[in-house]
């Protein structure tokens, strides 16, 4: 999956993944990018300094992704616009280390042997054992195909673009992939001059093809002296050299399922309404749908187990997860202009969230025939069945408001607070507040960089902020129930026992900011230059801390320590030549980042549990 990281990790334990913004729908930590058509992005940018993330206050801390995908504003009124992509790659192994060949492993084999003073187990002639690239016959050169058609257009009043989107990656490990289908559709509809409306609509479907081998485990763990086949035709399932069945990976392609399909929904309507001059109400409305369905099977039929007169019955499992949930988010704002030289716009709001999610799982052992692979778990073995299911959710209220203010577009000021509060969190720990500050000064605006031509543009820019992170999951403060069989009577009855302790006490980990940037734009604006430094400090780390055993369990959720990062980041843009046949810019990103641990609750260290 995908890992980004801004300015460093802020938590120990919990989720370090920025916040994602998607046309404005706020989608979490965890959103699966494959949902998205590559091909329907239009921008993508990164918020990671202490005012502009304060905004989205308790998630905030690792920094906002806002990924905006494209409308039909630019193409012009009139005709619709068609756009066709189509394209087909291969991918291939690159040049692999040098290997033993199947002489040197037999040489080597024996000599290991040797050492411990045990029988050679290849005591004949080379050519006389199978000689197997394990490899070559796991992997192969996969192929990528794509295929998106968009329409776009604009009028007037209104402006639209749909695509379409099909792709198909094969694995170059084999039984490994994934297939999308992706529709998009987007409108913006000017009602009239003072309303106006509009909807995004993504739909996915992905199936996820699991790999049924271990590239690095079966590639090159399997001796190349290992028969991929009986000598009647059969798979073959035992490893001589050690006495002990193997699994083989090409009996798992041709035996084995184990795939997954994701259907995703996501959409957003909006409404904007301007009373008067100056005034914008805007109210949004952004559900998303997630169901996931995972299947696997494994034959009864596998060489491994049939080798030791292992015949019990193949096994299967169907997991399924359905997550619903849904965003409001609801705005108004105020600019007006006093004076010739004062700008100010004031913005306030609130937003809620809610999202619940299913669970349910079968699992069942005793299969006794392969042909209805994990379609029919009812004929299997019912004392060997198992059932499961689950429930979660959480709630966010958040109320937000933000100034900004201008003195002759000269001196620039921003204030924002936040309040967030969580359904995750208990009584009287559920709220908190994030405030931040930032200005900035165009130094190229004042009087005495007129008569110079070097700078077009010199901005001096700092914020101070605090933003926040959850870090933990639904119903981590309760002490939570687990199932513990037990014996009555003579007899196993099912029960139930406290898995965890409670802690009504933990509350957010908060992150404070401080950033300070000078910005340059020079030689007309051929070369851009954009230098950083920040500061971060989060406390209240939320970590599983060992505790006495006498207390009934080993760990517990606290509220412990405190990190810190810091380091700095340039950017130099350049335009190096640039007319109507040819365009050549460059750029050049440096960055250094350094992170530390500050406290540990007192101690030198701790026994931190990771799930």
Do not use: C
């Given at each position: 999956?995908?890992?980004?990281?801004?300015?460093?990790?802020?938590?120990?334990?919990?989720?370090?993944?920025?916040?994602?913004?998607?046309?404005?729908?706020?989608?979490?930590?965890?959103?699966?990018?494959?949902?998205?058509?590559?091909?329907?992005?239009?921008?993508?940018?990164?918020?990671?300094?202490?005012?502009?993330?304060?905004?989205?206050?308790?998630?905030?801390?690792?920094?906002?992704?806002?990924?905006?995908?494209?409308?039909?504003?630019?193409?012009?009124?009139?005709?619709?616009?068609?756009?066709?992509?189509?394209?087909?790659?291969?991918?291939?192994?690159?040049?692999?280390?040098?290997?033993?060949?199947?002489?040197?492993?037999?040489?080597?084999?024996?000599?290991?042997?040797?050492?411990?003073?045990?029988?050679?187990?290849?005591?004949?002639?080379?050519?006389?054992?199978?000689?197997?690239?394990?490899?070559?016959?796991?992997?192969?050169?996969?192929?990528?195909?794509?295929?998106?058609?968009?329409?776009?257009?604009?009028?007037?009043?209104?402006?639209?673009?749909?695509?379409?989107?099909?792709?198909?990656?094969?694995?170059?490990?084999?039984?490994?992939?994934?297939?999308?289908?992706?529709?998009r559709s987007n409108l913006d509809l000017d009602l009239s001059d003072n309303l106006k409306?509009?909807?995004?609509?993504?739909?996915?479907?992905?199936?996820?093809?699991?790999?049924?081998?271990?590239?690095?485990?079966?590639?090159?763990?399997?001796?190349?002296?290992?028969?991929?086949?009986?000598?009647?035709?059969?798979?073959?399932?035992?490893?001589?050299?050690?006495?002990?069945?193997?699994?083989?990976?090409?009996?798992?392609?041709?035996?084995?399922?184990?795939?997954?399909?994701?259907?995703?929904?996501?959409?957003?309507?909006?409404?904007?309404?301007?009373?008067?001059?100056?005034?914008?109400?805007?109210?949004?409305?952004?559900?998303?749908?997630?169901?996931?369905?995972?299947?696997?099977?494994?034959?009864?039929?596998?060489?491994?187990?049939?080798?030791?007169?292992?015949?019990?019955?193949?096994?299967?499992?169907?997991?399924?997860?359905?997550?619903?949930?849904?965003?409001?988010?609801?705005?108004?704002?105020?600019?007006?202009?006093?004076?010739?030289?004062?700008?100010?716009?004031?913005?306030?709001?609130?937003?809620?969230?809610?999202?619940?999610?299913?669970?349910?799982?079968?699992?069942?052992?005793?299969?006794?025939?392969?042909?209805?692979?994990?379609?029919?778990?009812?004929?299997?073995?019912?004392?060997?069945?198992?059932?499961?299911?689950?429930?979660?959710?959480?709630?966010?209220?958040?109320?937000?408001?933000?100034?900004?203010?201008?003195?002759?577009?000269?001196?620039?000021?921003?204030?924002?607070?936040?309040?967030?509060?969580?359904?995750?969190?208990?009584?009287?720990?559920?709220?908190?507040?994030?405030?931040?500050?930032?200005?900035?000064?165009?130094?190229?605006?004042?009087?005495?960089?007129?008569?110079?031509?070097?700078?077009?543009?010199?901005?001096?820019?700092?914020?101070?902020?605090?933003?926040?992170?959850?870090?933990?999951?639904?119903?981590?403060?309760?002490?939570?129930?687990?199932?513990?069989?037990?014996?009555?009577?003579?007899?196993?009855?099912?029960?139930?026992?406290?898995?965890?302790?409670?802690?009504?006490?933990?509350?957010?980990?908060?992150?404070?900011?401080?950033?300070?940037?000078?910005?340059?734009?020079?030689?007309?604006?051929?070369?851009?230059?954009?230098?950083?430094?920040?500061?971060?400090?989060?406390?209240?780390?939320?970590?599983?801390?060992?505790?006495?055993?006498?207390?009934?369990?080993?760990?517990?959720?606290?509220?412990?320590?405190?990190?810190?990062?810091?380091?700095?980041?340039?950017?130099?843009?350049?335009?190096?030549?640039?007319?109507?046949?040819?365009?050549?810019?460059?750029?050049?990103?440096?960055?250094?980042?350094?992170?530390?641990?500050?406290?540990?609750?007192?101690?030198?260290?701790?026994?931190?549990?990771?799930?």
């Amino acid at each position: 999956g995908t890992a980004i990281r801004v300015r460093g990790g802020n938590s120990i334990t919990g989720s370090n993944e920025p916040l994602w913004v998607i046309d404005g729908i706020v989608v979490g930590t965890n959103f699966n990018l494959n949902n998205i058509n590559a091909n329907d992005i239009k921008s993508i940018e990164i918020l990671k300094d202490a005012s502009s993330i304060a905004i989205y206050g308790s998630r905030g801390a690792n920094g906002v992704v806002l990924l905006t995908t494209k409308s039909g504003r630019g193409t012009g009124t009139g005709r619709p616009e068609v756009s066709v992509n189509v394209f087909t790659s291969m991918q291939m192994l690159p040049e692999l280390p040098d290997r033993l060949s199947q002489a040197e492993q037999i040489a080597f084999t024996n000599e290991s042997a040797e050492f411990r003073s045990a029988a050679a187990p290849f005591p004949n002639d080379p050519s006389t054992y199978p000689d197997n690239d394990w490899v070559d016959l796991t992997t192969g050169p996969a192929p990528i195909y794509n295929a998106d058609v968009s329409i776009s257009g604009a009028s007037e009043n209104v402006n639209y673009y749909n695509s379409i989107n099909y792709f198909n990656q094969e694995g170059i490990v084999k039984s490994s992939g994934i297939e999308k289908f992706i529709f998009r559709s987007n409108l913006d509809l000017d009602l009239s001059d003072n309303l106006k409306t509009g909807f995004r609509i993504n739909y996915s479907r992905i199936k996820q093809d699991n790999a049924l081998t271990s590239f690095g485990g079966n590639a090159f763990g399997t001796l190349r002296t290992q028969p991929v086949y009986n000598d009647d035709g059969t798979y073959n399932g035992f490893n001589d050299v050690v006495g002990s069945p193997y699994n083989n990976p090409l009996a798992n392609f041709e035996l084995n399922t184990n795939e997954t399909f994701t259907n995703n929904l996501l959409a957003t309507a909006f409404l904007e309404y301007k009373p008067a001059p100056g005034w914008i109400i805007r109210s949004t409305f952004s559900p998303e749908f997630n169901n996931t369905k995972r299947n696997r099977f494994n034959s009864s039929q596998l060489p491994g187990n049939l080798a030791i007169g292992v015949t019990d019955g193949g096994t299967a499992s169907v997991r399924t997860v359905a997550s619903v949930g849904w965003n409001n988010e609801n705005t108004i704002q105020y600019n007006t202009n006093f004076g010739e030289d004062h700008d100010l716009t004031i913005l306030g709001g609130a937003s809620f969230q809610k999202v619940s999610t299913e669970t349910t799982e079968a699992e069942a052992a005793g299969i006794t025939s392969d042909a209805t692979g994990f379609n029919s778990l009812g004929n299997s073995d019912p004392i060997r069945s198992v059932v499961s299911s689950g429930y979660s959710g959480f709630q966010i209220a958040s109320f937000f408001g933000r100034i900004n203010y201008d003195y002759k577009d000269k001196y620039l000021l921003t204030l924002v607070g936040r309040t967030d509060g969580s359904s995750v969190f208990a009584e009287g720990n559920k709220y908190e507040f994030y405030p931040s500050i930032a200005g900035a000064w165009k130094i190229s605006e004042e009087e005495f960089m007129q008569d110079q031509e070097v700078f077009r543009d010199l901005k001096l820019r700092a914020s101070w902020g605090k933003s926040g992170n959850q870090a933990i999951g639904p119903y981590r403060t309760l002490g939570v129930l687990t199932s513990a069989n037990t014996t009555l009577n003579g007899s196993e009855v099912p029960g139930l026992t406290l898995g965890r302790p409670s802690n009504p006490s933990l509350q957010w980990e908060t992150t404070t900011s401080f950033d300070i940037a000078l910005e340059a734009s020079m030689f007309g604006g051929r070369l851009f230059t954009e230098f950083n430094y920040y500061q971060k400090e989060t406390n209240d780390l939320l970590l599983d801390v060992t505790i006495p055993r006498q207390t009934g369990f080993t760990s517990q959720l606290q509220n412990v320590g405190a990190l810190e990062n810091k380091g700095w980041e340039l950017l130099v843009n350049s335009t190096n030549i640039s007319n109507d046949n040819f365009n050549w810019n460059s750029t050049l990103t440096l960055s250094r980042n350094k992170n530390k641990i500050l406290d540990l609750g007192g101690q030198e260290f701790i026994d931190v549990v990771v799930d």
